[in-house]
DNA sequence: CACTTGACCTGTCCGC
DNA sequence: TGCGGACAGGTCAAGT
C-alpha cells in the first residue's frame, strides 16, 4: 500500500493537524502492533505533547516532547487518520482551500483520461474510505486532550508501531541500512546510477523495490518510473545504460512528485490523515492498467509477475 | 555472498 | 449463493 508519496502525504496531513496536541489516553490491540511495555507507554507518551511529524523511506516519524518518537510502518494496509469529531468525516464543511483544490481535481480528473474514458470516482479526492471511527481494522486509538483521536487501522495486520528514544530512531537496523531519499535536492543522478552497482545482477524492478538502494520506491512507482523509462522491469542492472539511468532518475523523481502533488495512489485501502483517498492513479500510465491503450503508442498494457510482484509494462515501449 | 521465494494476515474477487 | 484459490501497494527470514 503506501509508498514514499502516500506516507509524505500523511506526514504532511498530520504536520497540520497533531503538532502541539497532549496525549491524554492510548488503547492498542495486540502486542506486534504495538510492542512496547504499558510501562513505557504510561511514562514516554500519556501526557507527551506531539513536536514534530518526520518521515524516512516508508516510516513515520511522530517526535513527543519526551524525547521519545513513536516509530510507524504502514505497510500494506496501515492507515493513520485523525478525527476531532466524528462529523469531520462528512465533505460537508471544506475549508475553502481544500474545495479549490476539489474542484481543480475534479476538472483536472475529467480532462485527463487518455483512452477516451471518462475516469472518474475511483481516484476522486473527495471521497472519504473510512467511516465511523474505531472500526474493526483499528488498532491504536490515540485520544488527545482536547477530545480529538488519531487512529491506526490496519486491515492486513502487517504494520506495526513502536515508542522509542528519539535519539535511537538512527540506530535501527533498517535506518542505517535504507538508502538514500530519492527526492532530496541534493541527490543526483550520478549517485542514484552509483546505488545500483551493489545489485549489478538482479533485475531492475527487483533492485528498485530494494530499500538499500534507494528508499521509498513500491510497486506501483517501480511500474511507473520504468515505463517513463522505457526499460523491462527484468532487465538486469549490469545491462541498464547509464543513460537509461539518468532517464529512470528523471521520470521516477517526476513520478513520484507528481503522486505527492495527488495526494498518493489510493487502490483500496490507502487514506491520508483525514481518512481521503489519494488521486494519482487516476494519472497512471501502466500500473493497474492491463488490457488499455500504452498512453505513448497505444499498444495493450499487460500485466505478469517479475521480482514476485504483479507487473505491468508496454510491450511495445518496454522490452527485454 | 547474492539473489529469490515464502510467510506474515485479512478481505475481496473470480471461476466453478 | 457458496466455496476454494489467487491475489493485494512491504519487508524480513529462510531457502537455493
Known sequence: MPEL??????RRGLHELIIGRKVKAVEHDTPKGFPNAAADVEEFLIGAKITN???RAKVLLIDLSTDYTLVIHLKMTGQMVFVSHPSDLSSADLTPLERERTAREAEETIGGGDDGELRFGA???NESLVGELPDKSTRVTMTFEDGSHLYFNDQRKFGWMKLMPTLEVPNIDFMKKVGPEPLDAEFTAAEFAERFKRRPKTSIKAALLDQTVVAGV???YADESLWGAKIHPERLVNTISSEE????YEELRAVMNL???KGGSTDKNYVNAEGKRGSYLT????FRREGKPCPRCGTTIIKFKAAGRGTHICPHCQVK
Open 245 to 248: 539511468f539518468e532517464k529512470l
Open 283 to 286: 494519472f497512471a500510465r501502466v
Open 218 to 220: 513500491g510497486n506501483i
Open 259 to 261: 503522486a505527492i502533488e
Open 5 to 10: 508519496p502516500e506516507v509524505e502525504t500523511v
Open 123 to 125: 481516484g476522486h479526492p
Open 53 to 55: 511529524v518526520r518521515r
